[in-house]
């Protein structure tokens, strides 16, 4: 099966949630605002149950409602792309009357240190194994810093993806200070002059700590070793988790600023709605989404693909 397919039949459940609720997606906009204003209303409740949030939702129904001469669908699927778009390019994108061709957003780190953080069993770990083989093939020098000492055999798990990808990881000590690999392997990037270092972190510490004040510790830290970075912060969330995931992004933004989020685990029964407040209240971009457990389940994010996977429009079959 395609990345795409796999990625449609995750959508499944929220596509058939906006299917069931609301019918005659395929009638004129015209017609529905003219015969079928329940069609409105009961789309509104799917939008609401698939985690679009009121806000978008609002939005989303007062596009549909100006799109008359496109069938419903359509003009469904234009407004939750642009949903999918930051703050300025959604306003560009209306002044423009809507480029269908929205683009991907950019996957080129500003600098050289990327730090991954996220609670645990989101996907950090295999995250970072799938952006070294992505950046990899793409021809950058890459390596790892296996900052999550807290869990054990974290290090270890990282260590065998770098062996097979034939990525230099920087290792601590289970159970010694996260910081330390932190700064060991930015210091060690700089030196080496490699062009990306991918900063795993812990999801969860032991009581005393706080995990929030252990990662601004982090980050603080790769600054003393490197004084622009981290570039950039990518935060790992699982779709599965839906509104809980929001609510952990939210906190994560205020101990860390957030220059992206990565969505793992749209393969699985995702909650595919939940992207759209991720994109709307965060302000951050998605930069990747996680499809599988490979090293190449990871792709760029792009908005008017993810949309028509949701409704399964235009999936090569392979
Ligand atoms: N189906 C699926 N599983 C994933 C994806 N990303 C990660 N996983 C799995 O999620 C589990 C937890 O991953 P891990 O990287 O250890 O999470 P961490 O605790 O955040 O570092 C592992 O079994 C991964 O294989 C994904 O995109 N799709
Ligand atoms: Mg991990």
New binding site residues.
Partial sequence: MSWLERLRDGLSKTRKQINDTAGFLGSDVRDVLTNRLDTIEDLEYALIAADVGRAATEEILDDIRRAEGKNLQDALMDALTLQLEPDAKRAEFRKLGFSPDARRSSVDPRGHVVMVI??????????IAKLGQYYVDRGKSVMFAAG?TF?AA?GT?LGVWGERLGIPVVQGVDGGDPAAVAFDGAAARAARGTDLLFV?TA?RLHNKHNLMEELKKVRRVIEKADPNEPAEVWL?LDAVTGQNGLQQAKKFHEATPLTGVIV?????TAKGGILVPIVRELGVPIKFI????QPG?LQPFDSREFVRALFDVNIPRE
Avoid: P, S
């Fill in positions: 996220g609670v645990n069993g989101v996907g950090k770990t295999t995250t999550d869990r974290a798990q795993d999801g790992v793992t685990k749209l393969d699985g996680g499809v599988g457990e389940d």
